[in-house]
């Protein structure tokens, strides 16, 4: 199993970033993801959004709901996360995850940072 986030980077508040979490080694079309972030070393890694096998199903964290939409391309094993209205309190190294079986995947993740 491999998880691998791209589309990190630097952007201004209220600027926009897509990140991309391309998949291997399992049925990817079989199962959910999840994308999360980790704002600081140290801290937990919070919860951001859900999305189910079938790109149906989506559930967002409050912090940003409205702001942030999570999709996929089951075609192209790829899960995306479009972030708008970025704010600076949004940075954070976000990763994929998905949880097969009795086991979590995680990705290495890709750095958002965004300045005030």
């Known amino acids: 199993v491999q998880l691998v986030e791209s589309g990190g980077g630097l952007v201004q508040h209220g600027g926009s970033l897509r990140l991309s979490c391309a998949a291997s080694?399992?049925?990817?079309?079989?199962?959910?993801m999840n994308w999360y972030r980790r704002q600081a070393p140290g801290k937990e890694r919070e919860w951001v959004a859900t999305i189910n096998s079938g790109g149906d199903v989506t559930l967002y964290a409050d912090s940003v709901k409205g702001r942030f939409t999570v999709s996929r391309d089951n075609a192209k094993n790829t899960a995306y996360l479009q972030m708008n209205s970025l704010k600076p309190e949004d940075t954070a190294r976000y990763y994929c995850?998905?949880?097969?079986?009795?086991?979590?995947?995680w990705g290495q993740g890709t750095q958002v940072t965004v300045s005030s």
């Open positions: 080694g399992f049925p990817f079309s079989s199962y959910g």
């Open positions: 995850n998905t949880f097969l079986g009795q086991s979590d995947y």
